[in-house]
């Protein structure tokens, strides 16, 4: 529990070093009409977004917590640190990491239509999150179950990396369901 919590709290962190305010709530830019601002820029758009967001120091402190808690439960389950399992760490976070901000995205495509809506329903979709990746889905099954790891990815920040990391999870390949 102490790792999931770790690795959820750790995806978060590194969402607001790496791609704060306007690029993680693209909603903003869209309802008020700065993405266009942005599309006439002479550098592509994911160099705008890659570089705007960015703020390792403000963000990059947060992160310490996460991985803290990370390396707490690491030692107390004794998990292996090899060269294998370090890639499927490394690989499941950043694939974590993508799946919030492709699903932030998503949403923040109703701005278009609906400016001030776009922007709620996106800070709430973030908050839903951040809130359901910290907790163990294992109880729930069925359509409720399925639902959380496609249609709303939450399973997808933490539960389901961190069961396959573990060894909790029975497929041998669960390790490839994020990424």
Known sequence: M????GCSTTVERILSAA???NVSHISRRIGRGQFDHLLVHPQPLWL????EGFAPISGGFALVTGIAIMSWAWTGLGLPLTLAWTGAFAVNLLSSVCVVLATMFLWSVVAFWAPVAGEEISMNVHDALGSLGTFPLDGIGGA???GLVTVFPAGLV???????LVGVSAEPWGF????
């Open 2 to 5: 102490l790792f999931l919590v």
């Open 19 to 21: 791609f704060t305010h």
């Open 48 to 51: 705008t977004l890659a570089t």
């Open 144 to 146: 409720m179950g399925v």
């Open 158 to 164: 933490a539960w389901m990396p961190v069961r396959a």
């Open 176 to 179: 490839l369901l994020t990424p």
